[in-house]
């Protein structure tokens, strides 16, 4: 089974993809954590990609595929694989299901957790990051305080670059205005699977596993 899910910033889609992962034993190709690494990279790609991050710009469409081509390269075939945000854009629809049919594999299901926009803000603000190992928290479930250390290695912790509240709303208005219409055309396709993603964890993932 191959995967496609999307969420605003916030929805718990990359937890909802791990626990996906696990039950059908999917590689999770996760484009927007890929890109943060990569913009790490002593290279030109990676300081093609910090560029961007820095100007809050979208990653060409071209990038994108290109690095999605290499990372679907890499899953096994006896895999299938869900990918968390691409396509992003409506652009990315074509490139992203040839990539795949390559590889042998079509789109099966597409999942939109949906969240209120206050709601999304509400948990973006809550999240921060390990500047020594780069670990993700959240403030009242793995910290109780910003000022604490990372739990993990004991590293500075701080809001992530773009977590800004004008970061925020840039990349909610790109979700809205560039990504939900990659969602209606799934949904045209007949193969959306939309879950409310203002309640728990397991609670999601039930209502998701119901409507696969
Ligand atoms: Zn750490």
Redesign the pocket.
């Known amino acids: 089974m191959n995967i496609v899910i999307f969420g605003p910033q916030g929805s718990g889609k990359g937890t909802q993809a791990d626990k996906l992962s696990e039950k059908f034993n999917l590689s999770h190709i996760e484009t927007g954590q890929i890109f943060r690494d990569i913009a790490r990279e002593d290279s030109l790609l990676g300081a093609k990609i910090k560029d961007l991050n820095e100007h809050k710009e979208m990653i060409p469409d071209q990038i994108t595929i290109e690095v999605l081509r290499h990372y679907l390269e890499l899953v096994s075939k006896d895999k299938g694989v869900i990918l968390d945000s691409a396509p992003r854009t409506v652009g990315q629809i074509e490139p992203v299901e040839e990539l795949m049919s390559l590889e042998g594999r079509a789109i099966d299901k597409a999942i939109y957790i949906r969240l209120p926009y206050e709601e999304s803000v509400a948990r973006i603000t809550k999240r921060y990051m390990?500047m020594?190992?780069f670990?993700h928290f959240v403030i009242g479930k793995h910290i109780q305080l910003a000022s604490e250390d990372?739990p993990?290695?004991g590293?500075p912790i701080m809001q992530r670059g773009d977590d800004t509240p004008d970061g925020i709303a840039k990349r909610l208005k790109t979700f809205y205005e560039v990504t939900v219409p990659v969602i209606e055309k799934y949904r045209e396709k007949g193969i959306l699977i939309e879950v409310d993603g203002n309640q728990g964890v397991e609670e999601v993932f039930a209502d998701i596993i119901n409507q696969i």
């Open positions: 390990c020594l190992c670990r990372c993990t290695c590293g």
